[in-house]
């Protein structure tokens, strides 16, 4: 038996933008939690994000229920998001694309799967370490990691926003990154897009979880000092507590 309680916390906030793209979706019945950041412009990244956010928690239910390990069912629900999301593109107007990030973490029993596509994240935050959990499926991480860029060049390349991975990807010959891990009393879990990752750093993230307990403060206060440090994407996170029951 675990030895936690889980407590969610979540918060998307608009910014700067005339419209807010990313969804989010902690869905404790399905133990599903989504954070999806939509690309392609106003209503074409609101219509990807939000494709993402109602197909990818019922599609992950429904293959777990059919006997998928919980690995089998996040990729083929995301596989599966994708087709739909690159169907739907095909009606847009001509030269107009739409897409979205996903980053996804999916409960069963005492364990935990993460998964993504694009850049927005996973963290894990346990004691006095914080862990990215993801791979930034941007053309500049992908040179980083080539060793072409150092990490200082890569924060202002013109390659960082560009994604080779995401839902909507037409030309994305493999699937999703998968990840599990195991929490346990004390943990957190952050799921973030981008507008918040580019503001907040790890040394931030290990202050703030001693400062706040509630995950739903610091969902919160994140998505401010985002914004405060000026953000000028739309900001999203959720934050799942492993609390000590």
């Known amino acids: 038996m675990a030895d936690f309680v889980i407590h969610v916390g979540s918060r998307s906030a608009q910014g700067r933008r005339p419209n807010n793209e990313d969804r989010c979706v902690a869905d404790l019945k399905r133990h599903v939690f989504l954070v999806a950041d939509g690309m392609g412009g106003q209503e074409e990244g609101e219509k990807a994000s939000g494709m993402a956010a109602d197909l990818i ?49 999916v409960q069963q029993d005492d364990k935990f799967w993460v998964a993504n596509l694009g850049d927005s994240r996973a963290y894990l935050i346990r004691k006095d370490r914080v862990e990215l959990l993801t791979i930034d499926h941007s053309v500049a991480d992908a040179l980083v990691r080539n060793g072409a860029l150092t990490v200082a060049q890569a924060r202002n390349s013109p390659w960082k926003h560009v994604l080779y991975k995401f839902l909507g990807c037409v030309e994305m010959t493999e699937g999703a990154d998968i990840r599990p891990f195991t929490p346990v009393a004390g943990d957190r879990l952050l799921l973030a897009t981008d507008g918040m990752t580019n503001h907040v750093t790890d040394e931030d993230l290990l202050q703030l979880v001693t400062r706040f307990s509630h995950p739903q403060e610091l969902a919160d206060y994140l998505v401010e000092l985002a914004l405060e440090r000026g953000s000028k994407d739309n900001v999203t996170c959720i934050l799942v507590a492993f609390d000590a029951e």
């Open 57 to 105: 928690p019922r599609l992950v239910q429904d293959r777990m229920a059919n006997h998928e390990t919980p690995d089998q069912a996040v990729r083929h629900a995301l596989d599966e998001a994708n087709k739909a999301i690159i169907q739907a593109s095909s009606n847009q107007r001509p030269g107009r694309r739409m897409g979205t990030t996903a980053v996804v973490a």
